[in-house]
């Protein structure tokens, strides 16, 4: 497929002798708003895992944008343009907003001794333009945050925490973008409110491929153009949402067998 | 930077009248010789601090201090320089502020890496003793400049510290910690046995010389007879200066983030880009080149070292120091280091109970203000910049 972003084919993940991922093959669709949805423990988190690199796969393959990743380091999947939040919130909460963002603008901050002890005018010019594009993508998801950007995250409510996570994860640019269980933690209103801030992005969004893992199916009526279904690390189901709702397979997976 | 320039007049003759008072105090402390009126002096501070602090007095001048930053600079740069002037011809005063002033070089160096990085080390004292007896090494050829000296001191310490690394980097939290344990002690044993260094009697180390000039004589200027360790302590200040300096820009740059992501969260840190490895070397290495540099330099102002100066306890007194300062706060760690080198000196009823004092001051600490005497502040890039 011409305009496949990434492709899994055949991904297996074994931890001792549970498969948490059997051969799952997917994949994405540039520009497209993917879910993933199935019962807990289904696979889903462990996926994300596999494909940032933070788990090297028993077996199978992970193409992006026609370059081969499988068991690269997350490190250099991140520079290949895939970024991702957490499900438990992983900010650096004893920092300052500002900071959690450049630690997302990695890719753009040299890491010299020279330029940032000694010589400080390519650190002063990352500074500003680090500062720019914090306060700007801060701006395009949530104004009244980016007033906010020197105070300490811990101090902050969670669906700021949210927010920042998510132009962490932005900031770079990134051609993919993993969201796991945004919702979680949060009410079905700050749910509504953050997914809509996200796909109001603007530039920032506009040709972005999302996958997002959710158990909210208003958030994946809303805003997937197509779901998976997992299901004891195997795919059940794919389709549109529609589509999803109405397969008994699914509906027998999360609610059991209907008696005779 | 705008700030600065706002600053009010009142701030600045705040912060110089808090320099004044720091200079007294500790001359006081230093001057007086009977054990209850130092009691006194210390239970006046402790009050005097109590006290401003429940008028709002203490917060007036942190923020004071903090919001002029060169001048605080200058400020305890000038209070030392006060204190060398004062106490001139006293020996025993010059070498406790060389002391205090070299501690906290190796202190800040062990804030790279357990304030920053996250890495414990248990063995400060011991690259600290590498560095001093890579001086007492050196001392016996003369051509060798002592600022070379100090700077292989520092080398020889982090390639010492690099053995360890391929353990500290294999394991994590408390099993690193206890690879560093294990080379303290080890360090220790290596030096009692190894005759070329001394063994445990221990080996001279030649006094600095400078262009033909000796550290090690008196000097006279007019009619006034200078203690030869006033070079030393100017020395010393330098040092921390310089040290100093370099950590402030480590905390403020992108290698000082990248360090503290390392530090809270390992996966997330993986995920943006971040080589651990990498900056967990980095820090390492760096923490224990700072920590021999300040040991070359004050083996060479004890003229005499053994194993004994190097002990398991002095690694732990350096950490408590880092503790009791508040991790990752740089003023915090030489105020820190004045209170545990000074207060057992001049307070000798406690001298014997030293280690158990340490002890107790840790724990309190750690129960009851877990941030330190000064706790980190959020980092701004710029001084005076932010919020």
Known sequence: ?260 | MSTNTTNSLSGVLCSFAFAGVITALMTAIFIVESQLLIAGVLLGTIGAIVISSKFGVTSIILKSLGENENLSNALAVLVTLALIVIFYDDHYVLFILCTILLYSVTVLGLNIQLGYAGLINFSGAAFFGVGGYTAAVLSQYHSIPPILTLVIGGIIAAIVGSILLLPILRTSGHYSALVTLAFALLFKVFLDVNDSLGGAQGVDVGSFTLFGWDFGNDITIGSYDVSFYVPYVLASLVMLCVVFFFVRRIERSWIGLCLDSVRIDEVSSSCFGINIVRWKIVAFTIGNFVAGLSGALYASILGYISPANFSFGDSLMFLSILLLGGIGNLWGTIIATAIVVVLPEKFQVIQEYRLFIYSTLVLLMIVYRPVGLLPRKTRTYRPGESS
Do not use: W
Not at chain 1, 122 to 142: P, Q, V
Not at chain 1, 173 to 183: A, G, N, Q, V, W
């Open chain 1, 1 to 260: 497929m011409s305009d496949s972003l990434l492709q899994c084919t055949g991904l297996t993940m074994h931890f001792g002798g549970l498969a948490a991922l059997s051969d799952m093959s997917l994949h994405i669709n540039k520009g497209e708003v993917l879910g993933l949805v199935g019962p807990n423990g289904s696979g889903k988190t462990t996926f994300f895992n596999v494909v940032s690199g933070i788990y090297k796969p028993t077996c199978g393959t992970v193409i992006f944008d026609g370059k081969d990743i499988t068991s690269e380091s997350p490190q250099a999947v991140y520079n290949h343009g895939i970024s991702r939040t957490f499900q438990l919130s992983r900010l650096c909460l004893e920092l300052s907003v500002f900071d959690n963002i450049m630690i997302g603008n990695h890719k753009r901050l040299s890491r010299g001794f020279i330029s940032n002890i000694f010589s400080r005018r390519k650190f002063n010019e990352e500074y500003e333009d680090g500062l720019k594009r914090a306060t700007h993508i801060l701006t395009a998801l949530n104004p009244e945050l980016a007033n906010r950007m020197f105070d300490v995250v811990s101090e902050l409510p969670m669906i700021d925490r949210r927010r920042i996570e998510i132009c962490r994860a932005l900031i770079s640019k990134p051609k993919l973008l993993f969201l796991d269980e945004p919702s979680a933690g949060m009410t079905h209103e700050e749910t509504r409110q953050l997914m809509d801030e996200i796909l109001n992005m603007g530039s920032y969004a506009k040709g972005l491929s999302i996958v997002l893992i959710e158990h909210e199916m208003n958030v994946i009526k809303r805003v997937t153009d197509r779901c998976v279904v997992f299901n004891f690390g195997q795919k059940l189901f794919e389709g549109t949402y529609s589509e999803v709702i109405a397969d008994p397979a699914v509906q027998e997976a999360y609610l059991g067998k209907e008696v005779e």
